[in-house]
């Protein structure tokens, strides 16, 4: 299993954007499929947005289509999500994870797909 690790988080104004980066070690990167998470305070853990294993399938979330990117580097055994346009209700603690098979197409993917977890970053949006 790959362990991963997320930077990035921080405090931003409403409007503002924001990247998220998650480096990954110990595996074979390329065999997983990618997903961010969120988890507001009260609320359960949500599915953001996914990539498939080559990076040409992705998944979002109705709330941050049109203003939220993933990507990957799979020789840089990275993921990023590019946060534009930040609402306060994007507040929450973001999570990367790794689902491990080479997926053709990325889809909502419930959370107990995924093997490896992010410790987390905190994301807050200041209105």
Known sequence: QVQLVESGG???QAGASRRLSCAASGGAFSSYAMGWFRQAPGKERELVTSINWSGFSTYYADPVKGRFT?????????????MN???????AVYYCAARLGRFPIASMVPSADFGSWGQGTQVTVSS
């Not at 993933?70 to 055994?77: E, F, H, L, T």
């Not at 346009?85 to 507040?91: A, R």
Request: charged share 30%; aromatic share 4%; net charge positive.
């Open 10 to 12: 921080g405090l931003v």
């Open 70 to 82: 993933i990507s990957r580097d799979n020789a840089k055994k990275s993921v990023y999500l590019q």
């Open 85 to 91: 346009s930040l609402k306060p209700e994007d507040t």
